[in-house]
């Protein structure tokens, strides 16, 4: 495995740091072009398409685009991207903010819900829009922090020697340039009570070529482990470019771990959900969390019943190592921690 890891990075060492950015102002496309694209014919899909575009544009990267099956509504990855009819269905019970984020934010860019972890909100871009994404309903546009700000929250870490671990997350961290991202990464340095900075993000996945020798050098800042959760529900979201990006990083030294989200029609299933943790672990990368759908309105449709999720992941469990087995948890606004379903 470390052979074709190291042939991997090789392949890549000509990558420019202008390259994923002009990837990602291709992201943005009408529902026609993606239609088209994909092959899906127009008469059943525009409909639908275009009043969900309206509420959460379409947004996706060609890298993940490229993933897609051609012609096939089926598709898992497809499912994630495409805007269908029921979400402009509401749905009751199904809510705009699941979580109640709002309500914890320490100020401005700060979130602390649990006692180690805090969590910083970068920036509020994405590269892909998810339509099961609670972010649906904030997509934080404006959301961008003064230095002034970075300077309190720093100081507000300072002053909680109990936070040992920061996790630096949006919308999608490394939407954030190298400068930002650096700049952070400095000033938690300064910060001795900081063992691991985590980052969240679905960049590496959904446009590989982010992760460059340039963010590669920042992995160093500091003397803090680096930890990044990416996430990925299906192992077709895999391929040789997302495999060099996590070579990368682990060359880098960082801890790859993934989240994945238990979505109806996408990865309800023990066979897809073992088949991805196979993958996952081929590529170096830890499954760590499996969640349980939050009623996010616009998307009742991923949405499952908990008892059938907690059937799959014991049948996930009866199949994997347990170090495979992703623990199935949901986000209960107010717990001291994720909320595991499956003990
Ligand atoms: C999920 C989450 C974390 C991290 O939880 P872990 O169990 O450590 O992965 C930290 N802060 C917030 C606000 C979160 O939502
Ligand atoms: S926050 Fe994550 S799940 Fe939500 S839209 Fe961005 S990348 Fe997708």
Redesign the pocket.
């Known amino acids: 495995m470390i052979q074709r890891f190291a042939a991997a990075i090789e392949v890549h060492q000509s990558d420019t740091e202008t390259g994923w950015q002009q990837i990602l102002q291709s992201a943005s496309l009408t529902v026609a072009e993606l239609l088209e694209q994909l092959d899906l014919p127009p008469s059943q899909w525009a409909e639908g398409a275009r009043l969900g575009h309206e509420l959460f544009p379409v947004r996706v990267p060609a890298p993940y685009l490229a993933r897609i099956e051609r012609g096939n509504p089926a598709d898992p990855l497809l499912r994630q991207i495409l805007p269908v009819l029921d979400e402009s269905q509401s749905n009751e019970g199904f809510v705009a903010d699941p ?1 109640e984020e709002f309500r ?1 934010e320490a100020g401005p860019g700060l ?4 006692q180690s ?3 910083i909100v970068v920036t509020g871009h994405c590269a892909i829009n998810c339509r099961y994404c609670f972010r649906r309903h904030f997509p934080y546009q404006d959301h961008r922090l003064s230095p002034e700000r970075r300077e309190e929250i720093i100081q507000a870490l300072a002053q909680s020697p109990e936070i040992n671990e920061v ?1 630096l997350s949006g919308g999608d961290p490394l939407m954030a340039p190298d400068s930002l991202l650096g700049d952070w990464l400095e000033r938690l340095a300064q910060l001795p009570t900081i063992r691991r900075v985590r980052f969240h993000t679905r960049l590496p996945v959904v446009i590989p070529q982010r992760i460059t020798k340039s963010f590669l050098d920042l992995m160093s800042i500091g003397a803090s482990r680096k930890v990044m ?1 990416l996430h990925i529900n299906h192992s077709a979201e895999i391929d040789d470019a997302v495999r060099e990006a996590a070579a990368r990083l682990l060359q880098a030294g960082v801890l790859l771990l993934n989240q994945s989200v238990l979505l109806k029609g996408v990865n309800d299933d023990a066979e897809t959900l073992t088949m991805l943790s196979e993958d996952l672990f081929d590529a170096g990368i830890l499954p ?2 499996l969640h349980a759908f939050d009623s996010v309105a616009g998307a009742h449709h991923f949405a499952l019943p908990d008892q059938r999720a907690i059937e799959i992941s014991e049948q996930v469990r009866a199949r994997l190592p347990g170090f495979l087995a992703p623990r199935l948890v949901r ?1 209960v606004p107010g717990a001291e ?2 909320t595991p379903l499956d003990f």
């Open positions: 979580l914890f979130i602390r819900k649990y972890r805090a969590l996790i959760v760590y969390y986000e921690s994720k």
